[in-house]
Structures are given as structure tokens and as C-alpha cells.
């Protein structure tokens, strides 16, 4: 093949003309690819096509990542809206609810008949507590009701004349303003309430269960030309439990104050809203 076959020509044919080839009067282009897999243009242009594919893969990758991105912010159906429901449960389950139906009966106002099980323990543990620090435990026939239910037989007859004297002795009640037979003076409203904040099981087997009540409880007289009004405290009550009878019954107790939260500034209410709401707002039945 000679120069003025390939399309060069000579140096004496390309003088004349500029852009001119072989004396021919045509224009001849030597294309990339007619040069040769070695050439410098052949390696050179071969390149480029080679750079805008990996350009062209990287745009399809960061296309697709935001695209998923965008779906998995949208919540991506139900899937999704379950694992984030999970994912923003409390850790600590102790006063979840369970699903269970809450107890049927009662004994003198007490819910009784629990599953013997850890959460009915709580659930016994609760309503006993309640039961326990209420006002009906000032008056001598009421106070015996809530101790024989709520105890293990043996225990309650035992416990009971200790309950009396702590809660009988007349310079006990003159100090927190009840007359000698646990009464509130007229015109004032005793208050003894336990508001449970939750349970916790510390150890338990098929017949016995120790179960922490933390709770706050309202104490006073409200009322006006109260000299013991309203107050908040907080405790921690932990019960020994046993199964007796086909129930859980008290066997033992041990009380801690707290914790204790910060108290907010808040203005206390008169000592008619106090009076009215301890009226009107009942108690409930705590079951797990």
C-alpha cells in the first residue's frame, strides 16, 4: 500500500492544496477506527466511550439510592409502619399491658380472683396496695375487711391487731385531724388515695412472687379551716405474695420512700376542687 492509498499522500501532493489529499480534489477522513487497535488515536478515542459508560453506571447507582431513600422515608406500606412501631416500644415492658380481661370479682370491694401468673401478681399486688392505703383502713370495720381479704389467713390474723394500733390510737388520728373513730370533722374531706405509677416483679415461681409497687399517694384534709391539708408523697411498697386458696394473698411488705420527681410550680388547687374531685373521680381496677 503506498502513502496515496491510505489517504496521506506525499508531501509534495499536500502542499499545493490545504486539506486536499493525494492530488485527488477530495477530502479524505482517516476515522479512530481505521487506525489500528495500537494507534495513539485508536487508544486515545477508544477511551472516551469507556469513561461516559462508568459516568453513565455511577449516575444509575446514586439514581437508585436516592431513590431508595426516598421509599424507605415514605414508610414503605405496612411492613414498614410495623418494624418503626416496634423499633419505638419501651424497652422495659414491667407495666405493659398484656391483654388479659381484668378480674370479675370482688371481695367487700376488692377485686379478687387473679391468673397465677406474674402479671396477675401485679395486678393483686396493685389493687391490694390501693386497698391498703385507703381512706376505709381509718374505720375499725372496714380496715378488718381489707386485711382478711387482701392477706394469707394465717398472716392477716396475726397482722390484724397490729393494724388497729397503729391506726386506732387516738393521738395518731387527733394529729392528722380525725376524731377517734376515724372521722374527718364536718365540712372536710378526708383524703388517703394510692395512685399506682407501675409494678415491677423481682422474682417469682408458681407459688410465691415478690412484686415493687411504686406509687404517689394524696394525704390530708381538705376543706376549709383544714390545719392538714392535701399533701403528695412518693413510695416504693414491695410485696411478698403466695397462692392461697386459689388466689394471691399478702404475706409480707416493705416500704422505701421514692423515687421522688422534681415538683413542677404549680398553683394547688382551693380546698372545694380538692374536695370535688375526690367526690367525683373514682378509682380503677388495675389488671395486666
Known sequence: MSLG???????GSRGGDSGRYGGTGQTRTRLPEQAGGGGVYGGA????????????????????????????????????????????????????????????????????????????????ATNYGIALGSADMYNTEQRHAIVNTV???????AQLPQFDQAYSGESFLAKIGLDKDGAAPSGQTFVSRVIPVGTKVTSSSNSTATVALWYTSLFGLSGEGSTNPVTESWYTTTYQLKW?????????????????????DQRASTAEDMSKAVEEYGGFTYAR
Open 5 to 11: 492509498d491510505d489517504g496521506y499522500g506525499d508531501s
Open 45 to 124: 478515542r477508544r477511551g472516551r466511550p469507556s469513561s461516559s459508560r462508568s459516568l453513565v453506571t455511577v449516575v444509575g447507582v446514586v439514581v437508585l439510592l436516592i431513590a431508595a431513600i426516598a421509599f424507605a422515608n415514605r414508610g414503605g406500606g405496612d411492613d414498614s409502619g410495623d418494624t418503626a412501631s416496634a423499633d419505638d416500644k419501651p424497652k422495659s415492658t414491667a407495666t405493659a399491658p398484656s391483654g388479659e380481661q381484668p378480674v370479675a370479682n370482688k371481695t367487700g370491694g376488692i377485686p379478687t380472683g387473679y391468673a397465677r401468673d406474674e402479671q396477675g401478681a401485679q395486678s393483686a
Open 151 to 157: 392477706y394469707a389467713p394465717d398472716v392477716a390474723a
Open 244 to 264: 392461697v386458696d386459689g388466689d394471691w394473698k399478702i404475706t409480707d411488705f416493705t416500704q422505701k420512700d421514692g423515687p421522688v420527681p422534681v415538683g413542677r
